[in-house]
T-cell receptor, first 110, second 116 residues
């Protein structure tokens, strides 16, 4: 069963706009991570937020975590065509095992 | 940079064949993982290993086995390939706390397997 579930499943925006996607999970976690996957390629780690953190920034990325609601959000500001990809959230248990959601497909049009 | 490599990007096999997927990481990571990725289902964990010769079942181990004879290499084996094992297979490794970049999994490029 999936631990993380992303919302929306698909998102289409124009360059320069912000893209926001959400992730909900079911059990307690050590941390939550966001990954990007370009079509047919491997996953690239974007950002990790620990269970005792509420917000984290990395470049144009902003991640929030609300452990009381078991949810996280990823915001991409000033999107670019190169941001077109699928984005996955994943939670980590004490072994380092990741539980992934089904992902959000983001399309950024010029 | 951490490098995780997989032996093949694309494979075509026939039903009943034995299939080996190899994964090698060069950062001395303890834990390694095999996932499969299918449309609409995200990534699902097949097996993982936390040490040489150690293995643990993930969420969907049926039809698969693994081998970890050396720390840097983690192999996924399909004993008798079936069409429902057509998928994208992703290998990953992770640094343990204290090894630097703790808890970040690094992924290989993936192997797209087609079983006819």
């Amino acid at each position: 069963s999936q631990q993380g579930e992303e919302d929306p499943q698909a998102l289409s925006i124009q360059e320069g706009e912000n893209a926001t996607m959400n992730c909900s999970y079911k059990t307690s976690i050590n941390n939550l991570q966001w990954y990007r996957q370009n079509s047919g390629r491997g996953l690239v780690h974007l950002i990790l937020i620990r269970s005792n953190e509420r917000e984290k920034h990395s470049g144009r990325l902003r991640v929030t975590l609300d452990t009381s609601k078991k949810s996280s959000s990823l915001l991409i500001t000033a999107s670019r065509a190169a941001d077109t990809a699928s984005y996955f959230c994943a939670t980590t248990d004490s072994w380092g095992k990741l539980q992934f959601g089904a992902g959000t497909q983001v399309v950024v049009t010029p | 940079d951490v490098k995780v490599t997989q032996s093949s990007r694309y494979l075509v096999k026939r039903t009943g064949e034995k299939v080996f997927l190899e994964c090698v990481q060069d950062m001395d990571h303890e834990n390694m993982f095999w996932y499969r990725q299918d449309p609409g289902l995200g990534l699902r964990l097949i097996y993982f290993s936390y040490d040489v010769k150690m293995k643990e079942k993930g969420d969907i181990p049926e039809g698969y086995s693994v081998s970890r004879e050396k720390k840097e290499r983690f192999s996924l084996i399909l004993e008798s390939a079936s069409t429902n094992q057509t998928s994208m297979y992703l290998c990953a490794s992770i640094a343990l706390p204290g090894q630097g970049s703790a808890e970040t999994q690094y992924f290989g490029p993936g192997t797209r397997l087609l079983v006819l």
